[in-house]
């Protein structure tokens, strides 16, 4: 049997290598961390201000729209906290961005309720909407109460300047006016189409639904019938938009749902192509291997918002508990286990067969504007290991693999005294070329594929060149591929530590290596 010889080059591109970033590594005072590959008990910053996170609780459901009297995006977020209260929790609080990639909090916009017993004590997902026939910025939720007889009903709020709040309280939706669901009737969004006002509400009929509400002023909603929704899958936080010549539902398959729980989309090329499109969706999803998948289970909830030049895609990406790094970074079961977390923003991607995927905010890499080390401390046949990171990185490196059957990863946590680590590992995906993003615990005591942390699919580059860039802040981790495919997860224990780029077997050369942080 004929002996195969890998290689495993690393051509650093002509940079001006620094001393250490920033960072300043803290500890045991002395042990020459910059000189050892030895696991540092790193701690997160309270806050994230990249991919953001208050500094006192978490993000959940995003509901962004494009502010034109402002001038910016404005993206409203359901507020959670280790303590709510039992039937008043998740506050609309609101953050404001130019560019996603840098974010200012305007605090809390709207409030939960005064009362348990009010239909609004508890707050849920819905959309804002500034209509210019009345000056008046909308906001339409979920007042959500398990002790009503309505559990779940659509509400509303006005302001003329985004600081004043009201309560539209002689006003509502509910589901079983309709015939339709009293505990499921959530998640409203609105969109305009030639001048017809569209609401769109996740729901039950028996299986679930989506029912369309229209108006002409954003005032009085007459009920246009339902649509269906995937199957027996519940299907949340629709976003329904048009971008270029296709129409687009956004949407994330139910939290109820483990294995497929993630953020999809339909296309079609007009509204109500879009909602026939979900009368046989095995036949219409934009990707028949893929469901129109945009990005891994550590990514929900995510709707768009576009000024009109770019359409951003905002998701939250959970935390997970446990009681050190390693705990943290498999407790992942059949779905994420933990609700809210950061807000995680990418760009979407349209192609030129009308399909979607996301790619880097363009704004994000000039953020990392301080060149950091890229030192080599380790180096053997499969892998090369590299200095520590700081809390917010930006690694860019090419990979140029030799065939077809490539398999390179980059890995995180890795250390020379704990026999396991993080990597994203690039994998061949089934028979027709495609590659698949997955999130594995490698090393002698590693756990292997996280299964519910699953992956991400796409096609694999035609000239085996893989463009890729990798930001984390704190544990958030997000990678692009060729500035087109997107994958995110979150990896705790990055900050301080080391990390690598791997092969598996293969002939694999890495070039332009560059680190960056801020």
């Excluded at 949340?236 to 048009?242: H, L, Y």
């Excluded at 929900?300 to 009109?308: D, E, L, R, V």
């Excluded at 401390?377 to 809390?391: A, F, K, N, V």
């Amino acid at each position: 049997m004929k002996k195969m010889i890998y290689s495993f080059a690393i051509a650093l591109s002509a940079m001006a290598l620094t001393a250490c970033s920033d960072d300043t590594y803290t500890g045991d005072a002395e042990k020459d961390w910059a000189g050892t590959t030895a696991f540092f008990n790193s701690t997160e910053e309270d806050g994230y201000a990249t991919y953001y996170k208050p500094a006192i609780g978490r993000v959940g459901d995003p509901m962004p729209f494009y502010d034109e009297k402002a001038g910016e995006y404005k993206i409203l977020y359901l507020q959670d906290f280790d303590n709510n209260a039992s039937y008043r929790f998740h506050p609309i609080w609101t953050v404001s961005t130019k560019d996603g990639a840098t974010y200012q909090s305007l605090g809390e916009t709207l409030g939960v309720g005064v009362s348990d017993d009010q239909q609004d004590a508890a707050l849920g997902t819905g959309s804002c909407y500034y209509n210019k026939q009345d000056g008046l910025y909308y906001i339409y939720y979920t007042g959500h109460n398990a002790k009503c007889e309505n559990v779940e009903v659509v509400m509303r709020a006005t302001s003329p300047d985004y600081k004043t709040w009201t309560r539209d309280n002689a006003w509502s939706l509910k589901g079983a006016d309709f015939n339709l669901s009293s505990e499921d009737f959530r998640d409203p969004q609105i969109f305009e189409d030639n001048g017809t006002y569209h609401m769109v509400i996740a729901t039950r009929q028996g299986d679930p639904k989506f029912a369309d509400f229209t108006s002409t002023d954003m005032k009085n909603w007459q009920f246009n019938g339902t649509f269906n929704a995937i199957w027996d899958r519940m299907c949340e936080c629709p976003d329904i938009f048009k971008m270029g010549d296709w129409w687009y539902m956004v949407y994330s398959e139910g939290y109820q749902t483990t294995w497929s729980r993630k953020v999809k989309y339909m296309m079609a090329k007009s509204f109500d192509g879009l909602k026939a499109c979900f009368n046989d969706p095995g036949a219409n999803w934009p990707k028949d291997d893929k469901e129109g998948v945009l990005d891994s289970r550590a990514f929900y909830a995510a709707k768009t918002a576009s000024n009109g030049s770019e359409r951003l895609i905002w998701g939250w990406t959970p935390y997970r508990s446990g009681a050190d790094v390693w705990a943290k970074n498999i407790n992942v079961g059949e779905k994420e286990p933990n609700w809210s977390g950061a807000l995680v923003c990418h760009k979407l991607i349209q192609h030129e067969d009308g399909t979607l995927s996301i790619g880097e905010v363009p704004a994000m890499a000039a953020k990392f504007n301080k060149t950091a080390e890229a030192k080599v401390m380790e180096q053997g046949s499969d892998y090369t290991l590299y200095s520590r990171l700081g809390t917010h990185n930006h690694i860019s490196f090419t990979v140029k693999t030799a065939n077809d059957g490539d398999k390179w990863g980059v890995s995180f946590v890795r250390t020379s005294d704990v026999k396991k680590y993080y990597t994203l590992v690039v994998n061949p995906e089934w028979e027709n070329g495609r590659r698949k993003i997955n999130l594995e615990e490698e090393g002698a005591d590693g756990k292997g594929f996280i299964e519910g942390a699953d992956g991400y699919i796409f096609p694999r580059p035609a000239d085996n060149t893989y463009k890729v860039d990798i930001y984390t802040d704190n544990s958030v981790v997000t990678m692009y591929i060729n500035g087109v495919y997107g994958y995110t997860q979150r990896i705790y224990g990055i900050d301080k530590n080391c990390w690598s780029i791997n092969n598996y077997g293969n002939n694999v050369l890495v070039s332009d290596l560059k680190v960056s942080q801020y």
